[in-house]
């Protein structure tokens, strides 16, 4: 599992490096490498994961690491349906380096297979946590398309159809994190009531993932309501990606709570 694990990792820095020099330089060449090696880090971390659940008896998402692997592969997953669904290559020099990222978090942690703790065995485990991984993917990527329209934008003759585009997929991938989230909020005030006998602790980690949701919502509430779109909206999704990751692992880090297991 090891060698599955780290061999992924050195794939999604060798994909970010080999992407990066082909969209600099551009070198379409490399660009397709890139592709090919990332397919390849994304194939072998998603076998990793397969068979550390098989050899955990459960779903791994139990602890830090387990969820920073899951969080890293679905970013992977979801540059891989844009790419091959609506071809947008463009956003992979930006998407493959924050996998990168994400799951070299998760090789700081500790990786031990644990049993389940108590509080954790519910039938809520996996709708709470496997939408929270979703929808922080969903946000992290509408945050590499919003920093490509930002950095799209700043061209000569730039090509407005294309930054439509960019700025109608940050939106959904939004509105789908933001889905995600309202999900992984639900199932967590159930799972609480569950586990605590009571729906809401005002734990860290909630107030977190309330003030994320706030933050979400907001962006909604201005494209949908106000009818505001592209660059101030790509700066938003930008902005707010370091909320998610300090909810992600800020909290859990800096402020001891609940949560703190996870």
């Given at each position: 599992m090891n060698a599955l694990f780290f061999g992924s990792l050195i794939l999604l820095f060798a994909a970010s490096a080999l992407q990066m020099i082909g969209s600099v330089f551009k070198k379409e060449k490399l660009s397709k490498i890139a592709w090919i090696v990332f397919l390849t880090a994304f194939a072998a971390l998603s076998v990793f994961i397969v068979i550390r659940g098989f050899s955990a008896k459960r779903v791994p998402l139990a602890n830090q690491f387990e969820f920073a692997t899951a969080f890293a592969w679905g970013i992977c997953l979801m540059l891989a349906v844009l790419r091959l669904r609506y071809k947008a290559d463009w956003i992979s020099a930006v998407?493959?380096?924050?996998?990168?990222?994400?799951?070299?978090?998760?090789?700081?942690?500790?990786?031990?297979?644990?049993?389940?703790?108590?509080?954790l065995k519910s039938s809520w485990f996996v709708f709470h946590i496997g939408s929270a991984v979703f929808s922080y993917s969903a946000f992290i990527i509408a945050g590499c398309v919003g920093l490509r329209y930002i950095l799209a934008s700043k061209k000569e003759n730039a090509d407005e159809l294309k930054l439509h585009r960019m700025d109608y997929m940050s939106y959904r991938m939004i509105a789908f994190g933001f889905l995600m989230l309202t999900i992984t909020i639900l199932t967590g005030a159930l799972w609480a009531e569950q586990a605590w006998s009571s729906f809401w602790t005002w734990d860290p980690k909630e107030v977190w993932?309330?003030?994320?949701?706030?933050?979400?919502?907001?962006?909604?509430?201005?494209?949908?309501?106000?009818?505001k779109s592209g660059i101030k909206m790509a700066w938003f999704a930008l902005i707010a990606v370091p909320v998610v990751l300090f909810t992600f692992a800020g909290v859990n880090t800096l402020i001891p709570g609940l949560h703190s297991y996870g």
């Open positions: 998407a493959i380096p924050a996998a990168f990222i994400v799951l070299s978090y998760a090789a700081l942690q500790p990786k031990e297979i644990t049993d389940l703790m108590p509080a993932a309330l003030i994320t949701w706030i933050i979400y919502a907001v962006y909604l509430h201005l494209r949908l309501r106000s009818k």
